[in-house]
């Protein structure tokens, strides 16, 4: 069911900080309440982009069976659908996918072979992508394959995070396209452009990392732009406070919200926070705690952060497909 009072407030103009530098539009984020393989596809076609080339589907292919990944039955009609190659990229932290031989036979234990060629686009090294911002280190180290494709759906499961307090598609467009060791140079905030150091304490603590986070997204944004374009989707499923990298994750208080896309990530992030931070809890249908891991991570500052360098807008208008569907 749609949450009333977030259509209320989404429906009229949503949140923004007037931090970027020049004025923006707000920014058009179509929602849907249903979570199945169809209205994953159709929210993708409202965004009115046809994909053009070799077509990148990013996502997360789990930690392990027990993660809430977004599952191959859930996506394989919107992949078959723009003949899309399933991408991912090495972990930093030692665990099922961290080098490639690992990794590839997670990929086949979670089922995405079955659905798609997956490229785990570090399996032979980074390349480099430059930083617009520049505050903490002037190339982004990417998955050397990223260079093989044209065009990019950002697919991210929108949940809690252990060290970002949450991930959205800004988070998967980072640490998530991001190789092993451009992992720990975002992880560190420059710092260290090395796997094994990933969890060194950042540059400028917790806000550089979050901030090489958005400055990241923002290099795999430019370079797409610059080919034949990348779109942007939300699935607000299984929210635990866990992210897909954990193997155990919590269980989820939440109850499932719906899908939104966007050509904007930073509106997308923000639409998707603003659903949980304005949710009525009730008995098992609790955002608490959620809110409190996003809150003791200060989550919230990378969509802030996003938005000052210009990745995108934190304002936006909702389009709500379920409405249009009812008439």
Known sequence: MIRKTFVALALSLALGSGMAQTVQEPAKVYFTSEITPESLLDIFKSLGVKPEGNVAVKISTGESE???????????????????TIVECNTAYKGNRSD???????????????????????????????????????????????????FMINLAHFKGHAMGGFGGVIKNQSIGVASADGKGLIHTAGLFADASKAFNK?????????????????????????????VYINVMNNMSVDCDCNGHPDKPMLKDMGIL????????????????????????DD???????INTRHGTHTVDYAEKIGLGTKKYVIVNLDSKSAK
């Open 202 to 230: 950042p540059k400028n603590g917790q806000d550089g990392f979050l901030e090489s986070m958005a400055g990241a997204a923002q290099s795999v944004h430019n370079y797409f732009k610059g080919k034949k374009g990348i």
């Open 261 to 284: 896309a966007s050509l904007d990530p930073v509106a997308l992030d923000q639409a998707c926070l603003d659903m949980v931070f304005n949710h009525t809890s009730a008995e098992g």
């Open 287 to 293: 955002s608490a705690p959620l809110i409190e891991r």
């Open 100 to 150: 490639t031989e690992s990794h590839r036979r997670a990929i086949e234990q979670r089922g995405y072979g079955k659905i798609a060629v997956v490229d785990i686009m570090d399996a032979e090294g980074s390349m480099p992508l430059p930083m617009q911002d520049t505050t903490y280190f002037a190339d982004n180290l990417v998955g050397k394959n990223l260079a093989n494709y044209d």
């Open 66 to 84: 027990e993660s809430n990944h977004l599952r191959p039955e859930l996506i394989a009609p919107l992949v078959k659908e723009v003949k899309g």
